[in-house]
């Protein structure tokens, strides 16, 4: 009967780590639709109160790195049960930059309602909207501990970067051509960037979702399709 108990505890242990993970990527996927509807309408309160809310977020993480260290620490875990501990630490490290991202997005949003709109401002709510739906798909592929639904996530990221490449360049052909835009276009292409890295961290909580159910995270070279380091204003 000890036995079983110990068992019983370590499984709601694991479980209540998993419901943590839950809860933070409930709150960074909301913060992100919060902070690009902020962006989309202009609106100031909204994207306060998104800088605001991160501390949740945060605090959630302390939660899960508390947790984990105990069940480490007392329980000694392998082979399975020690992988979804090590997934907890990563997919909460992940998900709390997720939210700081968020929150970057939200504080330059701030700074744009003083200033006159930017066409490009609704491509970008569209990257933000990409973004989203890759954090709601990988979180559902984490709770079910579903592989293929973490490759699909993992495969959209280069479908991500292709978006953003394309707003970089719209964005700095407009500052080329009206110099007026460049602090518009340059906290956008802040905010573009955010995204982008929200898709990279959603992509690695995919990997860590194969690490879960295969033992190893994937062997491919990771698509990408971001090749805005290459570009310059300047030609040689």
Known sequence: MASE??????????????NLIAEMGGLAEMQLAEAIEAMSQRDLERAAKITAADQRIDDLETLVD??????????QPMARDLREIVGALKASSMLERIGDYAKNVAKRTAVLVEMPPVPSAQTVVRLGTLAQEMIKDVL????????????????RDKELDALYTSI???????????????????????????????GDHAT???????????????TDQRPKDDITP????LKP
Do not use: W
């Not at 108990?5 to 998993?18: A, C, G, P, T």
């Not at 290459?230 to 204003?233: E, M």
């Open 140 to 155: 559902d592929a984490y709770i079910a501990r579903d592989a293929d639904k973490a490759e699909s996530v993992r495969h």
């Open 66 to 75: 508390q947790g984990a260290i105990s069940l480490l620490a007392l329980r």
């Open 204 to 218: 690695n909580i995919a990997e860590v979702v194969v690490f879960l159910v295969h033992g190893h995270t994937p």
């Open 168 to 198: 970089f360049r719209e964005l700095l052909t407009y500052m080329m051509e009206d110099p007026r835009s460049i602090t518009a276009c340059t906290h956008l292409l802040f905010i573009a960037k955010n995204i982008e890295r929200i």
């Open 230 to 233: 290459s570009f310059t204003l």
């Open 5 to 18: 108990h110990i068992v019983k505890s370590f499984d709601d242990q694991l479980k209540r780590l998993e």
